[in-house]
């Protein structure tokens, strides 16, 4: 499966931005990494929400169908996890933004999916009967 993501020198800055904001809790960084892939997809920026730690330690992030993303902060990531490493709480990052860009407004894109599958078909529709070929490469009517 083929998926577009943003370009090399543009993925680099966005895991710089992680990084830092990982080390130096400024929130301007981690606005700019996740403005920065909103940008990319053409997305409006996700709600996102700090927790010192969800589902009783089990899980990292979450994500929700109206867009809402719910992280541990790297304050709280860092202590008493066993996989505690700069580089997991990154890939969780991506992670939930991967959710966040597939989920984010259902409802248009399943409009866009209908009118893509219907565009050829309804404009090629003739009327009487339609000629099919078979297995075997003859004609019949349908």
């Not at 499966?1 to 080390?23: D, N």
């Not at 890939?91 to 860009?101: A, C």
């Amino acid at each position: 499966m083929r998926m577009a993501v943003p370009p090399l020198r543009e993925r680099k800055s966005i895991h710089r931005l992680l990084s830092e904001f990982f080390r130096e809790h400024k929130v301007s960084r981690f606005n700019k990494a996740v403005s920065e892939i909103c940008k990319f997809y053409r997305l409006k920026r996700p709600c996102v929400v700090w927790f010192e730690y969800l589902d009783w330690g089990r899980t990292a992030g979450r994500t929700f169908e109206d867009g809402t993303i719910c992280l541990v902060h790297p304050e709280n990531w860092k202590r008493g996890r066993k996989y505690n490493s700069e580089r997991q709480w990154i890939n969780t990052v991506f992670h939930e933004m991967g959710h966040y860009i597939l989920w984010t407004d259902a409802e248009a894109k399943a409009d866009i999916f209908a009118e893509k599958m219907e565009r050829s078909v309804v404009a090629g529709e003739r009327k009487g009967p339609r000629a099919i070929m078979s297995r075997n490469g003859n004609r019949r009517a349908a």
